[in-house]
């Protein structure tokens, strides 16, 4: 019998991690260009956490997150995000008083139970980064700016990036109100989930699929056209700031993000190709979430890609192949295991990248499968090469053997440079 994985979470098997170490090499090089520092963190959290960041009636502590009773009683959740984590070290480690500024970033996985479909699944993984201590609008500048290096060493070239202002404890309640008035008055035209929001909350009715609503949507008032002097003026300069740098992000006015706790700028990247779920990522400001999760009255901005997401845009575009082993090493026969050993060790300490063949098999597959590995050079021992303590090489790319390029006891520079100079005398078409 076997037992297969669970819905929704998923394997990522070498050709696919590949893709996945290439992002994650990027993206730390580009943060560390922008001066930010990984931060580690537990992947489960007490529920508390996230039912007091990301809000009680969000559909993610509403129904997606993976709960359980520890045995000692207390709630715990695997975290269905990053950013509460974070800000939940930063509170504990007191990090504020070290530095006025933090600016952090972090890789793994987050669980959400919704129902999984391309792009959506259970277990995803994110990449994310949160700028914590600015309130300025170079603040949200500089993340979005990082946010647009990030895509373009990725290679995404045609992904969208969206943005709101969501207002802020002054201007928002007008703005709740207003909503409100509209979703009353449009009743009995809303879908069964937005009739409860409308009261519970009523943001959430602008971040309804069904299509009744997002018919309605058009009429309903913007956060932009209720936003206090100090959130518009805010929001201009981000906008001014970026398009100094020719970044000119679209407007879009009913983004509202399922999270609670954003304030002010708000951002979703839309990937295309991706069918339903086309967010690549998403983030913003979230100015009170340090105060309610115990902290001093912090402001912070961030976001979080998914890369799961970010993979299969790229797996649709020019992903280059990664490259084979240089060296194969074909031991021919059991007799040649030792030397084929030792020569794969040295070489490998000596920083090649070296894969060794059983040495049961006749030459033909052990050449075929030197090809298949994308091998740059065999090796090739046996008895005659044993004899007399010399190798065969065979250069895959110009499909030559060369007979005594080397001796047994080569380095690898020096075999390197032994390949590197062509001498008719030894070679012969393989
Ligand atoms: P989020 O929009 O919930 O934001 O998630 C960010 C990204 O994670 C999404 O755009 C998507 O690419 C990916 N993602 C989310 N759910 C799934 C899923 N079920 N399957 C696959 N991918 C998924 C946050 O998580 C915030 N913490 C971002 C942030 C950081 N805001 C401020 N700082």
């Not at 409100?180 to 035209?189: D, F, K, Q, T, V």
């Amino acid at each position: 019998m076997k037992i297969p994985s669970i819905k929704g979470f998923h394997d990522v098997l070498p050709g696919e991690s590949r893709r996945w170490a290439g992002l994650e090499a990027r993206a730390r090089a580009v943060f560390e260009q922008y001066n930010f520092h990984e931060i580690r963190l537990p992947i489960v959290e007490r529920t508390e956490l996230f039912q007091r960041s990301i809000g009680e009636t969000t559909d993610i502590v509403e129904k997606e997150m993976y709960g359980f009773t520890d045995r000692d009683g207390s709630a715990l959740s695997l975290r269905p995000e990053g950013t509460a984590s974070v800000i939940r070290a930063y509170v504990e480690h007191a990090l504020h008083a070290q530095e006025p500024v933090s600016k952090l970033y972090y890789f793994g996985p987050m669980f959400r139970r919704e129902r999984p479909q391309k792009g959506r699944l259970r277990q995803f993984s994110q990449i994310g980064a949160e700028l914590i201590g600015r309130e300025d609008p170079a603040a949200d500048a500089e993340v979005l700016l990082l946010l647009h290096d990030l895509l373009a060493d990725f290679g995404i070239a045609d992904a969208e990036v969206q943005v709101n202002t969501l207002g802020d404890a002054t201007c928002r309640p007008a703005y709740r109100t207003a909503l409100i008035a509209w979703g009353r008055a449009h009743r009995s035209e809303l879908c069964e989930d937005c009739v409860r929001r409308l009261e519970q909350n009523p943001l959430r009715l602008l971040d309804c699929k069904q299509p009744g609503c997002t018919a309605l949507r058009p009429s309903a008032p913007r956060m932009v056209d209720h936003a206090c002097e100090p959130c518009r003026a805010h929001f201009e300069r981000v906008l001014a700031l970026l398009a100094g740098e020719g970044i000119e992000p679209r407007l879009q006015p009913y983004m509202v993000r399922g999270l609670d706790y954003y304030v002010r700028t708000a951002f979703e990247v839309i990937g295309r190709g991706l069918g339903a779920q086309s967010a690549l990522g998403g983030g913003g400001r979230y100015d009170g979430l340090v105060r309610d999760l115990g902290g001093p009255d912090i402001a912070g901005i961030g976001f979080a890609l998914g890369v799961e997401r970010l993979a299969m845009v790229l797996a649709t575009g020019s992903a280059a192949e990664p490259a084979g082993p240089e060296f194969v090493i074909a031991p021919l026969g059991a007799l040649a295991e030792p030397a084929a050993t030792a020569l794969a060790h040295r070489l490998r300490r000596a920083g090649a990248r070296v894969d060794l063949e059983p040495g049961g098999r006749s030459l033909k597959s052990q050449m075929r499968h030197a090809a298949k590995l994308g091998a740059r050079y065999v090796i090739i021992l046996g008895e005659d090469e044993l004899a007399s303590g010399t190798l065969t090489v065979r250069d895959m790319e110009a499909k030559l053997d060369r007979r005594q390029a080397a001796s047994l006891r080569a380095t690898a520079d020096e075999l390197r440079a032994a390949l590197a100079t062509p001498d008719p005398g030894l070679e012969r078409r393989a």
